[in-house]
């Protein structure tokens, strides 16, 4: 018995990748450049941080959104006017999957955004002296936290075992 083949339809529906990748993915500016939120059209500013400088995106006022449509539109336009317009460079090649949205379908990726983002933000805001006068301060209890912290027994699919609170400075993230 023969069976005819007949022609399988797949798609892509999310792509989740590094902020350093989605940004040539996408055929945009760096998250860290001018218009380098992969989410909207705000512009940013530059400012001092430590030693440096680092792109913020502070809240003012209406932003418009990125869509699928709108960014194409703009990479037409990049293309035209051989400039970048608000951070797009031009089409990129995803652009052409079928039921691909090109901003919907990048996900915020998890090590980098909430461990290395969110997590250590939020971990600096409670174990730092520095906020030892606000009611979320909880930095007088670091030994019982480093104690809880280092008695987790990680899977053996881990490849790092927790370290203490004081060294959270060094801490790392992997995906395994």
């Given at each position: 018995m023969i069976r005819e083949l007949t022609k399988?339809?797949?798609f892509l529906q999310y792509f989740p990748c590094d902020?350093?990748?989605r940004c040539l993915l996408q055929n945009f500016h760096q998250y860290n450049g001018s218009f380098g939120c992969g989410t909207c059209f705000h512009e940013g500013e530059t400012v001092e941080k430590g030693m440096g400088f680092t792109r913020v995106y502070p809240v003012r006022g209406v932003v418009e959104c990125r869509t699928a449509q709108n960014t194409l539109e703009r990479a037409v336009d990049a293309v035209r006017l051989n400039r970048?317009?608000?951070g797009v460079k031009g089409p990129t090649i995803l652009s052409l999957l079928p039921k691909f949205d090109l901003i919907d379908g990048f996900v915020p990726e998890y090590m980098h955004s909430?461990?290395?983002g969110?997590?250590?933000r939020?971990?600096?805001l409670w174990l730092d002296s520095e906020n030892h006068e606000k009611p979320f301060y909880i930095g007088k209890f670091t030994s019982t936290l480093s104690n809880l912290l280092q008695a987790i027994k990680p899977c053996s699919e881990g490849d790092r075992l927790p370290c203490c609170?004081?060294?959270r400075k060094f801490w790392k993230a992997t995906v395994a």
């Open positions: 399988a339809e797949f902020a350093v990748a970048v317009i608000q909430v461990i290395l969110v997590v250590r939020f971990a600096k609170i004081s060294q």
